[in-house]
């Protein structure tokens, strides 16, 4: 929210408190500006996202997770017998049934033998590494994205 348009509804509250009445004129006038200049800095922010969104992915998303109200949630499942489960651990043990029951069990008795096959040259001697290379690599790296191991951001 902008300043001015926290300045608005403090306003309000500060009417409010001196009259205590929501249908006086001066709350209802305090009221309407400042739902009209919150209006206006929600939809100045949210179109400042759209614009920046090539640049600055993360800002977008934060703000898109924040304001999403679905929360992932599992649950109640049936059992084998087609009885409802809600209890969290009977519910793990259904998933680790139907998890366990997908993958298959190999027979490992008859495994063909693994023949070692001998490296022509043994031994790494060159490695060759261009410039052209390393700058195609850096000018693919994306910006929005954490540092590595060296601690260099991707805008250096």
Known sequence: MTRKAMKLVEKKHRI???????????????SK???????RA???F??????????DVKSF????????CSRPRVGPLKDGTRQVVSEACHM?????????????KEDCTSLPHVVDMPCETGVLNEVVINESDVLTRLQKLRHDKAPGTDDLYPRF
Do not use: G, W
């Open 46 to 55: 949210e179109s400042k996202l759209a614009r920046n969104i090539k640049t």
């Open 16 to 30: 409010f408190r001196k009259h205590k009445d929501v249908s006086h004129p001066a709350y209802v006038k305090a």
């Open 61 to 68: 998303y934060a703000y898109f997770r924040q304001k999403s």
């Open 33 to 39: 500006m400042a739902s009209s200049e919150v209006k």
């Open 92 to 104: 793990v043990e259904i998933f680790n049934d139907f998890f366990s029951s997908v993958f298959t």
């Open 42 to 44: 929600k939809y100045n």
